[in-house]
């Protein structure tokens, strides 16, 4: 028998249980958009790699757990979750093959991966290689850390063209409807991320980690993927915080932090044979401290092996650039690293180009470079509200190149067009 003043405790308990979920909930701890949350439904069955023998001691290799706990949960008839929990989990270069039956498979990392620092353990560049999935949502707070510290004194493409590229941490290939969410990437061997040849990739929340001086490891690397969305994301790293490259088209950038780093970056384009044209690129409420650029374009110089593409429809609005040695920067010139370039005008067709409400400070003098190719000039650059001074306050200066430009609102430094 519950008494008025038991069903007035009872009610009271229940009504704060019930606040309590609703904070967490707005905290994004354990809700985001697609509803998946990381306590399982009652319908889903967990597969724990402790389960399939994994260890969490940091000095096992738990490849073979891993693999078998995937094909259990990839093949599982009704909704599946792989677990890795609390504790660290050394683990060598995997393939979380795909097509699953469970879609989407949940992916839950509560605990570190970290990887195993002998490159011999890896014949291709990849450690953490989800492919041919279609449905997949990686959540849980946990980390990766690919140990890349024992390995960068290693790293010498910028002196040797032929170099091998070593490991990225996490590769999404060929897969689509992802979601990952809320895991810290730490000093990856290579790149953090590398999204190829998927579709409807969304990237949030993401703590993406490594030295201002680690070579080549680029915070989030996109090639031919349509529709990749990252947002809320801190990315500190020693290369492109976001590089886009060939056939990448419907690309969004939303409040994501950058810095130290090399900026956000559209190529390089032109470089390679069947090249795919890249559109759609937005950049909005994002912020750029430090960084060697920020908002950047690059394309190679002619080469007579190298259809040319066509690269348009790039939207860059309300950035903040803080301490940036090259604040705006669009290089038809671009020849990096150990390669040797013939300097003919490059061939890529660069179009439809906006800046908007762009502002803040650059460490070089010229705060905006536009160096666009004489033989198809840049058509439709808009600059709308761009305040770029130096870090003391004094003027800056740009310089710009066969492009075809229109200017409104605010436009510091002054831009004038040849």
Same mark, same amino acid.
């Given at each position: 028998?519950?008494?008025?003043?038991?069903?007035?405790?009872?009610?009271?308990?229940?009504?704060?249980?019930?606040?309590?979920?609703?904070?967490?909930?707005?905290?994004?701890?354990?809700?985001?958009?697609?509803?998946?949350?990381?306590?399982?439904?009652?319908?889903?069955?967990?597969?724990?790699?402790?389960?399939?023998?994994?260890?969490?001691?940091?000095?096992?290799?738990?490849?073979?757990?891993?693999?078998?706990?995937?094909?259990?949960?990839?093949?599982?008839?009704?909704?599946?979750?792989?677990?890795?929990?609390?504790?660290?989990?050394?683990?060598?270069?995997?393939?979380?093959?795909?097509?699953?039956?469970?879609?989407?498979?949940?992916?839950?990392?509560?605990?570190?991966?970290?990887?195993?620092?002998?490159?011999?353990?890896?014949?291709?560049?990849?450690?953490?290689?989800?492919?041919?999935?279609?449905?997949?949502?990686?959540?849980?707070?946990?980390?990766?850390?690919?140990?890349?510290?024992?390995?960068?004194?290693?790293?010498?493409?910028?002196?040797?063209?032929?170099?091998?590229?070593?490991?990225?941490?996490?590769?999404?290939?060929?897969?689509?409807?992802?979601?990952?969410?809320?895991?810290?990437?730490?000093? =990856?061997?290579?790149?953090?991320?590398?999204? +190829?040849? *998927?579709?409807? &990739? /969304?990237?949030? @929340?993401? !703590? $993406?980690?490594?030295?201002?001086?680690? =070579?080549?490891?680029?915070?989030?690397?996109? +090639?031919? *993927?349509?529709? &990749? /969305?990252?947002? @809320?994301? !801190? $990315?500190?790293?020693?290369?492109?915080?976001?590089?886009?490259?060939?056939?990448?088209?419907?690309?969004?950038?939303?409040?994501?932090?950058?810095?130290?780093?090399?900026?956000?970056?559209?190529?390089?384009?032109?470089?390679?044979?069947?090249?795919?044209?890249?559109?759609?690129?937005?950049?909005?409420?994002?912020?750029?401290?430090?960084?060697?650029?920020?908002?950047?374009?690059?394309?190679?110089?002619?080469?007579?092996?190298?259809?040319?593409?066509?690269?348009?429809?790039?939207?860059?609005?309300?950035?903040?650039?803080?301490?940036?040695?090259?604040?705006?920067?669009?290089?038809?010139?671009?020849?990096?690293?150990?390669?040797?370039?013939?300097?003919?005008?490059?061939?890529?067709?660069?179009?439809?180009?906006?800046?908007?409400?762009?502002?803040?400070?650059?460490?070089?003098?010229?705060?905006?470079?536009?160096?666009?190719?004489?033989?198809?000039?840049?058509?439709?650059?808009?600059?709308?509200?761009?305040?770029?001074?130096?870090?003391?306050?004094?003027?800056?200066?740009?310089?710009?190149?066969?492009?075809?430009?229109?200017?409104?609102?605010?436009?510091?430094?002054?831009?004038?067009?040849?």
């Amino acid at each position: 028998m519950v008494t008025t003043l038991g069903r007035a405790s009872l009610i009271k308990a229940l009504l704060l249980l019930c606040v309590a979920f609703v904070s967490i909930e707005a905290r994004g701890h354990l809700v985001d958009g697609d509803g998946i949350t990381l306590i399982p439904a009652r319908d889903e069955k967990v597969f724990n790699v402790l389960s399939f023998g994994a260890k969490p001691d940091g000095k096992t290799d738990n490849v073979e757990a891993f693999m078998d706990a995937w094909r259990a949960a990839c093949h599982h008839p009704g909704k599946a979750r792989f677990l890795v929990p609390p504790g660290v989990f050394l683990i060598s270069a995997i393939i979380f093959g795909g097509p699953c039956t469970s879609k989407p498979i949940v992916f839950q990392l509560s605990g570190i991966m970290r990887a195993v620092p002998d490159v011999s353990m890896y014949e291709t560049a990849e450690w953490l290689l989800f492919e041919d999935v279609h449905g997949l949502v990686i959540l849980g707070g946990g980390a990766v850390d690919g140990q890349g510290h024992l390995l960068w004194p290693y790293n010498d493409c910028k002196k040797n063209k032929d170099c091998a590229r070593l490991p990225a941490s996490i590769i999404l290939n060929k897969v689509s409807d992802v979601s990952v969410r809320r895991i810290k990437s730490l000093n =990856p061997m290579g790149f953090h991320y590398f999204v +190829s040849r *998927s579709q409807n &990739v /969304r990237l949030q @929340r993401l !703590r $993406i980690i490594a030295p201002e001086t680690s =070579p080549n490891t680029d915070g989030i690397h996109i +090639s031919s *993927s349509d529709l &990749v /969305r990252i947002a @809320r994301s !801190r $990315i500190e790293t020693g290369d492109d915080c976001v590089g886009i490259l060939q056939g990448s088209t419907r690309i969004t950038i939303n409040r994501v932090t950058c810095g130290p780093g090399h900026g956000i970056s559209i190529g390089s384009l032109g470089k390679y044979e069947d090249e795919l044209d890249v559109s759609g690129i937005q950049v909005k409420n994002c912020t750029l401290k430090g960084t060697d650029n920020g908002l950047r374009i690059k394309t190679w110089p002619f080469k007579p092996n190298v259809i040319p593409i066509k690269a348009s429809g790039f939207w860059f609005q309300d950035v903040i650039l803080n301490n940036v040695k090259n604040p705006i920067l669009i290089d038809q010139e671009y020849c990096g690293g150990s390669h040797s370039c013939n300097m003919q005008p490059s061939k890529i067709r660069l179009s439809n180009i906006f800046f908007f409400n762009i502002v803040g400070t650059s460490v070089t003098p010229q705060a905006i470079n536009i160096k666009c190719s004489s033989a198809v000039p840049c058509q439709n650059v808009h600059f709308n509200n761009v305040n770029l001074k130096t870090a003391n306050g004094a003027p800056t200066t740009s310089t710009c190149m066969n492009a075809k430009v229109d200017i409104a609102g605010t436009q510091l430094p002054a831009l004038s067009c040849h």
